[in-house]
């Protein structure tokens, strides 16, 4: 079946350390983002991919990083320039064209600095 | 002014009720629109597209007034499964497909 697969669901991280999350799809979709959400909260947009090999920031990308070397991955750095990185990360993938469909959502990582 | 603006709740119902959720977007421009349902400690998932004539699925009644720039949501009948939170998604009039969601409502239903 076609989806959406982020790994791991819950991860525990040090103070300053980076850390790496994954996302991978099947779907053959162009598009990749990523969000945050914090309790009580929306989703915000951190970074987004078009196309292999090109990324742009969202509204909240001090802190992350990201790459889209394979169209399948896109995998979000935490760095620890991020001042307060626990949070609920969601990855989603969509097609190009316009306006027409929503996003697939992986099922998201729960991480924790400790 | 946020881009997509919601009642954040929650909406607290007996089953058998009918609800209604509202949204409203600042972006006269954009031209698709959604609901997503999220449950507590999960991911959002597409609920139904809203389209200009309005939309039914089941229990589920989506509009849109382009005029007044709003979007709403009616659940009939309310089962206790609908407890959630529902986020309105507007897409951002910039020629691809990137989306704006609202902070949701969230849904309570009782028996």
């Known amino acids: 079946d076609g989806g959406i697969t982020q790994s791991p669901k819950y991860l525990f991280r040090k103070e300053g350390q980076n850390v790496t999350l994954s996302c991978e799809q099947n779907?053959?979709?162009?598009?990749m983002y990523w969000y945050r959400q914090d309790p009580g909260q929306g989703l915000r947009l951190i970074y987004y991919?078009?196309?292999?090999?090109?990324?742009q920031k969202g509204d909240i990308a001090e802190g992350y990083s990201v790459s889209r070397e394979k169209k399948e991955s896109f995998p979000l750095t935490v760095t620890s320039a991020q001042k307060n990185p626990t949070a609920f990360y969601l990855c989603?993938?969509?097609?190009?064209?316009?306006?027409?469909?929503?996003?697939?959502f992986g099922s998201g990582t729960r991480l924790t600095i400790v | 002014r946020k881009e997509v603006e919601q009642d954040p709740g929650p909406f607290n119902v007996p089953e058998g009720a009918t609800v209604a959720f509202n949204c409203t977007y600042s972006n006269s421009a954009s031209q698709s629109f959604f609901w997503y349902r999220q449950d507590c400690r999960k991911e959002p998932k597409l609920l139904m597209s809203?389209?200009?004539s309005g939309n039914e699925d089941g229990r589920f009644t989506a509009q849109l007034n382009r005029a007044s720039q709003y979007i709403s949501l009616l659940i009939r009948d309310s089962k206790l499964s609908d407890s959630a939170t529902y986020l309105c998604?507007?897409?951002?009039?910039?020629?691809?497909?990137?989306?704006?969601f609202g902070a949701g409502t969230r849904l309570a239903v009782h028996p």
């Open positions: 989603a993938s969509s097609t190009l064209r316009t306006g027409s469909y929503g996003y697939t």
């Open positions: 991919s078009q196309i292999v090999n090109d990324f």
């Open positions: 779907l053959n979709h162009d598009a």
């Open positions: 809203v389209y200009s």
């Open positions: 998604v507007v897409n951002f009039a910039g020629g691809y497909n990137k989306l704006i």
